[in-house]
């Protein structure tokens, strides 16, 4: 089974950026600029923030974190968003989720500018994804296909099941699997024998937030897997939805975790924002 390294691809991806990220500098005379907005001090979220900040700043990308107390409000938190809109100085907006629970998330997708919508969550951002005209894809999906990419796996009309359907993951994903003239399946917790619908698939994108989910018995032989979940905390500890030790001599090509999908989400994320500077009107 072919490993597919999602860090080799991040790196790519990376690389790929920096020629883009020095003609922005000498052209507008600063460099792209990403504000991550943080409420509350959730651990996990914390170590995210962290890893795209220095992301940002290997590149030479100006990062801003805005630390805000668990118990700001809804009208704040919408006040802050709306500033970020019209500042001229900032060319993509994060907002770290999950949010508090007493804040909705909804209307920061409602309210988040488009053009300056990093994490592509925005109600605008998914529409312009599925009318095929986004300028930024959300992050992990966009990742997912790059990987794909990256390995010359062949999209184009073959038979790829999506595990999953959350706004996040499930859905954007189908949508560029589609873009990539795949002929997708989404299946979820409510589809009834869905070992059915992987059996049969060339690829299988599993995004369904369960551990160990799937294993050798729910793939083709030859099938590539792409594993986007993450469990476990820590290092040495992660694991995926998939067993991916039962899939040696069965399937084609997989994604580890960790080491595949997700090294590929910030890679993506800087991707957005250099793209979202690019397009602004100084
Ligand atoms: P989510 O919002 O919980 O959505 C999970 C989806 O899977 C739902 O659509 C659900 O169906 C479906 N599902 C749950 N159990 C299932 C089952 N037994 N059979 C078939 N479908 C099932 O999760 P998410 O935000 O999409 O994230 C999915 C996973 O990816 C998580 O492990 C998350 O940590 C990981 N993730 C990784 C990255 C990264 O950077 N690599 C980024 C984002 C997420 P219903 O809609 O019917 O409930």
Sequence with gaps: VIRLDGKTVAEHVKQRLLPRIEHFKS????????????VGDDPASQVYVKN??????????KSTLLRKPANLSQADLEKLISELNTDDAVDGVLVQMPLPSHLKSDKIFELLDPSKDADGFSYFSTGLLWAGKATVKPCTPAGVIEILKYYKIPLKGKNVVVVGRSHIVGKPVAALLLDENATVTVVHSHTVNMQEYTQNADVVVVAAGKPHLLGK???????????????????GNLHGDVRFEELEGWVS????VPGGVGPMTIAMLLQNTVSLAEKRKF
């Design 52 to 61: 795209k900040q220095l992301a940002c700043e290997k590149l030479g990308m």
């Design 217 to 235: 018995n729910d793939f083709k032989k030859d099938a590539v897997v792409i594993d986007v979940g993450i469990h476990g905390t820590g290092k």
């Design 253 to 256: 090509a997989a994604t580890p």
């Design 27 to 38: 052209k507008i005379g600063r460099s792209p600029h990403l504000v991550v907005v943080l």
